[in-house]
């Protein structure tokens, strides 16, 4: 419908013929936070792409007999989801950005010796020594 679907473009009046409601059901629907557009700075309703779905997604749960309480916890989870698909789009964007702009990755392996650098790929020979700590013993 819309590349932005949370862009607030809708005025009531088109809102309303989207959603085959009557712009007074959405005022009440906003009234009491089942389904909020946004303002415009005089305070007018602008509904998004994403309103308009939650609208027609209202009016067919209520047709099929579902309370209005209950269409408002189903909208605030459907919300959540929404957020946290979202969310792990931006991580894995971010992952893929952090594995891409990486030298190299770093792998390291620690001994008797300390923590070493290793190349990628390159195998340890596993050591058998046994390597004893000393609180205050410290050698250079």
């Known amino acids: 419908m819309v590349e932005d679907e949370d862009a607030p473009i809708f005025a009531i009046a088109v809102a309303a013929e989207l959603s085959a409601m009557h712009p007074q059901t959405l005022r009440q ?17 602008r509904y998004s792409a994403r309103n308009i ?3 027609r997604e209202v009016a067919r749960l209520s047709a099929e007999g579902m309370s209005l309480p209950a269409i408002a916890r189903l909208l605030d989870l ?5 957020m946290l698909r979202r969310r792990v789009l931006d991580l ?21 010796s300390g923590v070493i650098p290793v190349s990628s790929g390159r195998r340890i020979r596993r050591s058998t020594d046994v390597v ?5 013993r410290h050698s250079d």
Do not use: C, K, M
Not at 29 to 45: A, E, F, Q
């Open 29 to 45: 629907y906003d009234r009491i936070g089942l389904v909020v557009p946004g303002r415009t700075r005089g305070g007018s309703r």
């Open 53 to 55: 779905h939650q609208l």
């Open 132 to 136: 004893l700590w000393r609180p205050g």
């Open 78 to 82: 459907e919300d959540e989801v929404w």
């Open 92 to 112: 894995e964007g971010a992952l893929r950005a952090e594995r891409e702009n990486r030298p190299g990755v770093r792998v390291f392996a620690a001994g008797a």
